[in-house]
C-alpha cells in the first residue's frame, strides 16, 4: 500500500465521521468532536494507570516478510488477546544481544496491517531499520486502537519483544501517523519511564487525562523530547490539537517542537524517504 492509498483509506474513514452541515473531520480530527463510542471505548484508561499486573504470553514463531528482508512478522498471545507486529532491523541487529535504540511506530488510521507495511516502507525501514535501530510496530488486535484499549497491552508486548535485548538506555522512542499519533500521547501518558521521546505526524493528546499527563514530561528528572509534525493543509482540528498540545509541553519545561509544513494534508507525503524523520531520532537519542 502506497501513501496514497493510505490517503484514501484516511479520506473514507473521516467521511463517517463528518458534521451534519458536511464539514469533514480526518479520522479523530477533534478531541471535542470524538463520538460517543469512542469516547466510551477509551473511558477505562482516560481516568487512572491501570494497575501493574503480570501477563500471560505467548510468541508465535517468527514469518519473514516476502518484500521487506529485515522484517519479520509475529503474534503475541498477551492474556487470550492475539496481536499481530512486525519487528525491523538489520540481520546482525538482530542476532546481537547487546542494547540498541528501538522506536515503537503505531500505524495510522484503522491501525491495520496493510498501512503498518505502508509506513514501514515509506517511513520506518529508511528512517530506523537502515540506521541501525529495531522497530516494533503492532497491529490493533480486533480493530482495538492503542488508544482505545489496546495500550494496555504495550508493556507485556515489549517486554516480551525486548527480552533478549534491552532498549538503548532502558527505554524506547516512540511514533505514531495519525491515530498513531494520538497513541503516541496515551502510551506516554501512561508509561512514561518507558518512553525516551515522542515523534507524531501528525498527532495531538487527545483527553484530559492525556494533557495532564504533559506536565511532567519537562521534569528536571525526566525529560522527554517530543516533536510534532502536522500540514497546513490539515483538518483544522489536527492542527489545534498539535499545538495546544505543544504549548501545553512547553509550559511544562519539556523540549517541545512543533512544524506546520506548508502544501502538505493529512499524511505528509515530503517526509517519505525518512531522511528528516531520521535526524529528529538521531536527535532524541542525544538528549534522552
Known amino acids: 500500500m ?18 451534519s452541515d458536511g464539514a469533514q473531520r480526518a479520522v479523530v480530527a477533534d478531541p471535542d468532536a470524538v463520538n460517543s463510542t469512542t469516547t466510551q471505548a477509551a473511558s477505562a484508561v482516560e481516568t487512572s494507570v491501570p494497575a501493574a499486573q503480570a501477563a ?8 519473514q516478510d516476502e518484500t521487506r528482508p529485515d522484517v519479520v512478522w509475529y503474534t503475541a498471545t498477551i492474556d487470550g ?9 538489520q540481520a546482525d541487529i538482530a542476532a546481537s544481544d547487546e542494547e540498541r535504540p528501538v522506536l515503537l511506530a503505531f500505524p495510522a488510521g484503522p491501525q491495520t496491517r496493510a498501512i503498518a507495511e505502508s509506513l514501514l516502507d515509506n517511513y520506518w525501514i529508511p528512517a530506523a531499520v537502515d540506521k ?3 522497530v516494533i ?29 534491552p532498549p538503548e538506555g532502558g527505554r524506547v522512542h516512540v511514533a505514531g501517523v495519525s491515530n498513531g499519533g494520538i497513541s503516541s ?5 501512561l508509561y512514561p519511564e518507558r518512553i525516551a521521546s515522542v515523534l507524531v505526524l501528525p498527532g495531538f493528546a487527545r483527553s484530559e487525562f492525556d494533557l495532564l499527563a504533559l506536565d511532567t514530561v519537562g521534569a528536571d528528572d525526566f525529560g522527554v523530547p517530543v516533536t510534532l509534525w502536522v500540514g497546513a493543509n490539515d483538518g483544522q482540528g489536527w492542527i489545534d490539537g498539535a499545538n ?3 504549548d501545553r509541553l512547553a509550559a511544562s519545561g519539556a523540549i517541545v517542537s512543533v512544524n506546520v509544513v506548508p502544501d502538505e494534508g493529512h499524511i505528509i507525503a ?4 525518512g531522511v528528516e524523520i531520521s535526524e529528529v531520532l538521531e536527535a532524541a537519542r542525544q538528549t534522552s
Open 2 to 19: 502506497r501513501l496514497a492509498a493510505i490517503v484514501a483509506v484516511l479520506a473514507l474513514t473521516a467521511a463517517a465521521c463528518n458534521n
Open 56 to 63: 500471560l504470553i505467548d510468541i508465535s514463531d517468527g514469518i
Open 81 to 89: 488477546i492475539e496481536v499481530e507486529y512486525a519487528v525491523g532491523q
Open 132 to 134: 541501525g535501530w529495531t
Open 137 to 165: 510496530t503492532p497491529v490493533a488486535p480486533g480493530g482495538r486502537l492503542f488508544f482505545q484499549g489496546s495500550e494496555e497491552l504495550i508493556p507485556p508486548l515489549l517486554d516480551a519483544v525486548l527480552a533478549d535485548a
Open 185 to 189: 500521547f496515551r502510551a506516554l501518558a
Open 244 to 246: 495546544s498540545t505543544a
Open 270 to 273: 515530503g517526509l517519505t524517504g
